[in-house]
């Protein structure tokens, strides 16, 4: 289950950072995330009280996944810069792309208990 879409991310949560295109793509990474964290909580309903903060995590779940470039992969890695003239890519080493992911994971965490915290949806032995 998706928890935002295109109409609310660009309405009520004010985002202009995602395009329409890519949207659907990372808020199903964002939504699978928060079922991940939730334990699958939110599959039984979304709880009428949170829907709000439910969607508006998904929403700047979605915004962080696009900031660090969650998608962008190729076989030797995500493309860290690429140059027109005189054709140049240059790829992030295992480090950087690691060092990438573990920025996003604290940060999505971050998100997640912001939005959920008190919700009841997450473990309760996370500190």
Request: hydrophobic fraction near 35%.
């Amino acid at each position: 289950m998706i928890y935002a879409d295109y109409a609310y991310y660009s309405g009520k949560f004010g985002g202009s950072a995602v395009s329409e295109n890519d949207f659907p793509v990372l808020a199903l990474k964002a939504s699978e995330y928060m079922d991940a964290v939730t334990f699958d909580r939110l599959k039984d309903g979304i709880p009428e009280n949170f829907a709000e903060n439910i969607s508006r995590c998904c929403c700047e779940l979605v915004e962080n996944i696009q900031k660090f470039g969650g998608l962008q992969t190729t076989g030797n890695g995500a493309v860290s810069s690429e140059k027109i003239g005189s054709y140049s890519v240059d790829y992030q080493s295992t480090a950087e792309q690691i060092s990438t992911f573990s920025a996003l994971y604290r940060l999505s965490d971050d998100v997640v208990r912001r939005y959920l915290g008190r919700s009841g949806l997450l473990y309760r032995g996370t500190y």
